[in-house]
Nanobody
Framework: QVQLVESGGGSVQAGGSLKLSCAASGYTSSMAWFRQAPGKEREGVASIFSRTGYTVYAPSVKGRFTISQDNAKNAKSTLYLQMNGIRPEDTGMYYC???????????????????WGQGTQVTVSS
């Protein structure tokens, strides 16, 4: 199990930028960002295979958001989500998730991740 602590959410105007961070307390094989808007299901935003840096993006954010992971010492790392060209439809609670078992890529499937952060709110005004 790994503890995840997110930060960086807030309110921003459409067209602006935000950078979300998620500090992981231990080893991860895959990490991802998910988001959930009021009344909607949780959806995958972006994911990264920790060993290779391979990334996958939801079509709605591709070209605007960038996921990255810095690997610090002692297997700790920080996951980032750079959000540019933010749109009102990007509003929601953003969750960091980690997969710490197996050798396969977790991708955008929330069931592939056992550890979740508490979430950070992103609100975009038009």
């Amino acid at each position: 199990q790994v503890q995840l602590v997110e930060s960086g959410g807030g309110s921003v105007q459409a067209g602006g930028s935000l950078k979300l961070s998620c500090a992981a307390s231990g080893y991860t094989s895959s990490m991802a960002w998910f988001r959930q808007a009021p009344g909607k299901e949780r959806e995958g935003v972006a994911s990264i295979f920790s060993r290779t840096g391979y990334t996958v993006y939801a079509p709605s954010v591709k070209g605007r958001f960038t996921i990255s992971q810095d690997n610090a010492k002692n297997a700790k790392s920080t996951l980032y989500l750079q959000m540019n060209g933010i749109r009102p439809e990007d509003t929601g609670m953003y969750y960091c998730a980690a997969r710490t078992y197996g050798s396969s890529f977790g991708g955008q499937d929330p069931s592939a991740y056992r550890d979740w952060g508490q979430g950070t709110q992103v609100t975009v005004s038009s």
